[in-house]
């Protein structure tokens, strides 16, 4: 365990759905990260939180929404995606949004859009 | 653009055939190259950071290393349970980011 867990694991959700992906630390960490994992594809950053402040959004689409209530928590709500959208997100957790800083990445939740 | 492309996608090796992954990559100015670790239906974990050309890190039979333009991921008399993705990543000095760069990364298969 990395000491970044998110939930769920699994998810299967219909293109009209809404639904949400949690991600928890207690490591510690000022800084969050979502990660959205393709098949063939490099990890792409979607979003990043320092101290609770949104601090990149990489042109993301507004179908997903990040939110950051807290230092250790982290969601990424999902409403009206597409079959494209299917992929492996992945959360992480470092001390600061700064160069030279490891990342505790999650298990990551399966997303399938059908 | 701040790019990453590893080498080979895919690679086997017996147990005990060591090899090495490929990881090259532009950047402009180079804050740090990033190794990380992914098992199958898991998140990456973090391996090694490197931060100038020369230098080298160990951890148990791997061994990265770092010149201008390329790192080196060595593994040496791999065992089966070293069989995963690795994933190289970069962070630059560019712009106002402080985003990894990451590869599509090589898949690395070790047979009994």
């Known amino acids: 365990e990395t000491g970044v867990t998110q939930t769920p694991r699994h998810l299967v959700m219909g293109m009209t759905n809404k639904k949400s992906l949690k991600c928890e630390q207690h490591l510690g960490h000022n800084a969050m990260y979502w990660y959205k994992q393709s098949a063939k594809k490099p990890l792409e950053l979607m979003f990043v939180?320092?101290?609770?402040?949104?601090?990149e959004n990489n042109s993301v689409p507004s179908r997903f929404s990040p939110e950051c209530p807290n230092s250790s928590h982290l969601f990424l709500h999902l409403h009206t995606l597409q079959p494209e959208d299917s992929a492996l997100y992945l959360c992480a957790s470092s001390q600061e949004w700064a160069w030279d800083t490891e990342a505790f990445f999650g298990q990551g939740t399966r997303l399938t859009v059908v | 653009e701040d790019q990453v492309t590893q080498s080979p996608e895919a690679l086997r090796l017996q147990e005990g055939e060591s090899s090495s992954l490929n990881c090259s990559y532009t950047v402009s100015g180079l804050r740090g190259l990033f190794w990380y670790r992914q098992d199958p239906g898991k998140g990456p974990e973090f391996l090694f950071t490197l931060y100038s050309a020369g230098e080298e890190k160990e951890k148990e039979r791997l061994k990265a290393t770092l010149t201008k333009k390329e790192s080196f991921l060595h593994i040496t008399a791999p065992k089966p349970e070293d069989s995963a993705t690795y994933l190289c990543a970069v962070q630059g000095y560019g712009g106002a980011t402080n985003k990894l760069i990451f590869g599509t990364g090589t898949l690395l298969a070790v047979q009994p």
């Open positions: 939180y320092s101290l609770e402040e949104r601090v």
